[in-house]
């Protein structure tokens, strides 16, 4: 735990992974500008890693420092000055957000590809989206038949509302797959054939506040991309019908999840003390200030009955805080981060 202190950890499928800079995203291209690693994995190579990460941010005070030689001093001033402005603490937490696995409406009984699409938009969403936490779909999904749920309820109120208060999830994503179709032409001269493929997927995106739909999002791919030729054309066609629709879809559910806002809510209140359901994977940190936000009969009222200020962080993602203002809250509350020292 020591050695991840100053690091981002991310939980996927229940394990967890670092955040490190990409020693070769300078090279452009298709290199990302970050790397998620296993936390095993990184703590059995951690100073190459450190190293990696000093050499590039070397670079960076470099580069800062070195005079412009195209750009008059004015604007190099200019520059430096806005470098310093603070930003809005809200944009360093980190949603919560459960991919649930997708209706598989194939056109094969033999296929099935709804929990294989699910991970792969995860996957493209680590990438895209690196302010957000999936939890994993499994331990939701037992949960929710505990609590006497099934998955086909996740569209009910009731579902979104015992996630929000157990998980801090704030938004659910599920949807269908209609497909894949695939098209083979054979010619006198081509024996293997020739194979395009299309298919269709639609997603909702659930805000488990309100138990509302926030967004239906449809996505084709273009079939004269997904073009393919010679052995297991059919098979290649397939694999490029889902990369570019998982691609759309990855940028249209980063946007949505973008305008969600943040929230937590409160566990349990034991004394003077506060349980909170959210800790340092969502971001929060100690002495950060929280509004305690109650909702009125019809669910739509809001009214700040208190702030609580976070004392401590413990376990994976939790922390407890204390009442600074106002009354003290119930477990039906939610919370938003009010500002943080430094802010």
């Not at 493209?124 to 989206?129: D, F, P, W």
């Not at 293997?192 to 996505?219: V, W």
Request: proline share 4%; charged share 30%; aromatic share 6%.
């Amino acid at each position: 735990m020591k050695e991840l202190l100053d690091k981002e950890v991310i939980l996927i499928d229940r394990h967890e992974y670092v955040k490190v800079l990409n020693p070769r995203a300078h090279e452009g291209g298709d290199q990302p500008k970050y790397l998620y690693i296993p936390v095993e994995e990184y703590l059995s190579k951690k100073e190459a890693y450190v190293s990696s990460a000093l050499r590039i941010e070397e670079g960076k005070r470099i580069l800062s420092h070195a005079p412009s030689l195209s750009s008059p001093s004015p604007a190099v001033g200019k520059e430096v000055s806005s470098s310093s402005v603070s930003v809005f603490p809200v944009a360093q937490l980190k949603k919560k957000v459960v991919v649930a696995h997708f209706d598989d409406r194939t056109t094969s009984a033999d296929e099935t590809f709804g929990d294989w699409l699910s991970e792969k938009l995860i996957k493209e969403m680590i990438q895209r989206a690196p302010q957000t936490l999936f939890i994993d779909y499994q331990m939701v999904k037992e949960f929710l038949e505990k609590s006497e749920l099934t998955p086909l309820e996740l569209e009910l109120p009731k579902a979104s509302r015992v996630l929000s208060e157990v998980f801090g999830i704030q938004a659910i994503v599920l949807g269908e797959i209609t497909g894949p179709y695939v098209f083979t032409t054979k010619g006198t001269k081509d024996q293997e054939g020739t194979s395009t493929a299309i298919i269709k997927i639609e997603m909702k995106i659930i805000d488990t506040l309100s138990g509302k739909i926030l967004k239906t999002i449809s996505a084709q791919n273009p079939i004269f991309p997904t073009k393919e030729k010679g052995t297991f054309s059919d098979e290649k066609a397939k694999e490029k019908a889902f990369d570019l629709t998982i691609n759309d879809l990855s940028r249209s559910l980063s946007r949505e999840l973008d305008r969600l806002d943040w929230f937590c809510r409160v566990a349990k209140v034991e004394g003077e003390e506060v349980y909170i359901n959210a800790g340092k994977l969502s971001g929060l940190r100690v002495g950060d200030v929280m509004e305690v936000i109650r909702f009125g009969s019809l669910g739509e009222k809001r009214e700040i009955t208190g702030k609580i200020q976070i004392s401590a962080l413990f376990g994976m993602d939790a922390s407890i805080g204390k009442l600074i203002q106002g009354e003290k809250p119930n477990e039906e509350d939610i919370l938003k981060l009010a500002g943080r020292k430094g802010s």
